[in-house]
């Protein structure tokens, strides 16, 4: 292969990883062919070249859903999610010695695998989060709220970066098992629950409450209605991670959340998708607004 095809073949496996990881929804191969060459501008032959070497590489898979194929990001091998934080499969080789925080995530339906820029984006948040001590709390006796916490991830994540305890919710009760699996592969059965909503938390062990970070990633329009719910469930100067929204979305997320409330200290923008981090000002800092 010359200089040139290589480089033509490397533009397009990065065009498609970056089209994966931003995605609202699953991609045929076909559709997801058709969107390349539209982008690249490359020919089809081309592309489905590229796809295969992808899939041979194990940096993608087909998965099979109700009766369709679909190509996704594989679950096959560990990926450098944010700075620090490794998600991997539980048989996959990771180099101890790196000194990296390793998430071990088992295959499943449910959200978060790291294969999303979201996931990637709140995660970079949260290590920058515990790396600069930007919590009401030493991260020995910090507490963490995951709301919509899908295979767990982020709960699983804030433990291993030194929470000593996290809640996560989440609706689906296929989510809520696979969040305990994993939660159980990492060793962490005993500091993370899992639960159906944040009242069934409050209800079955309110010992955890307030919160001293609290994470979602969720889309737009669920970001903004949860204003009265994180607030009550905050301690005063809590980090609060939200992604899941478009940057043009952003302003809307921020309005919701007053600023005499909450202080927005940084966001973070990747393929597309936009993360912000927060700190819930207490009451001292809320009546000198």
């Known amino acids: 292969m010359n200089n040139l ?29 058709r969107s390349i060459c539209s982008q690249c501008h490359a020919p089809a032959k081309t592309v489905r070249r590229t796809l295969k070497e992808l899939i041979a590489q194990n940096r993608l898979a087909y998965t099979q859903f109700l009766g369709h194929t679909f190509v996704e990001i594989s679950c096959k091998r560990a990926i450098s999610a944010a700075r620090g934080v490794i998600l991997a499969p539980p048989d996959a080789a990771v180099d101890k010695a790196s000194g990296k925080t390793v998430v071990r995530i088992l295959p499943g339906a449910a959200f978060g695998m790291g294969d999303h820029a979201t996931t990637r984006i709140c995660l970079e948040l ?12 030493p991260a020995a006796s910090c507490r963490v709220m995951d709301i919509g916490t899908g295979s767990g991830v982020l709960a699983i994540a804030a433990c291993l970066l030194g929470a000593v305890h996290a809640a996560g919710t989440d609706i689906d009760a296929c989510a809520r098992v696979e969040a305990a699996q994993n939660a159980a592969l990492n060793g962490l059965e005993n500091r993370v629950e899992i639960f159906n909503s944040v009242s069934g938390a409050k209800k079955i062990n309110p010992g955890l409450f307030p919160f001293h970070l609290v994470l979602a990633n969720l889309r737009y329009p669920t970001l903004a209605g949860m204003h009265d719910l994180v607030s009550e469930i905050c301690a005063p100067g809590a980090a609060v991670i939200f992604s899941g929204f478009r940057p043009y979305e952003q302003a809307g997320v921020l309005k919701a959340f007053a600023p005499e409330r909450f202080k927005l200290l940084r966001t973070f923008e990747a393929n597309g998708w936009c993360g912000i981090a927060m700190t819930k000002l207490s009451k001292t800092d809320f009546l000198r607004v």
Not at 17 to 33: F, G, S
Not at 126 to 137: D, K, S, T, Y
């Open 5 to 33: 095809a290589a480089f033509c073949d490397k533009r397009l496996s990065k065009a498609i990883m970056d089209m994966l990881r931003c995605a609202e929804h699953k991609y045929t191969p076909l559709d997801l062919e």
């Open 126 to 137: 949260m290590a920058w989060v515990f790396e600069n001590q930007i919590l009401p709390a």
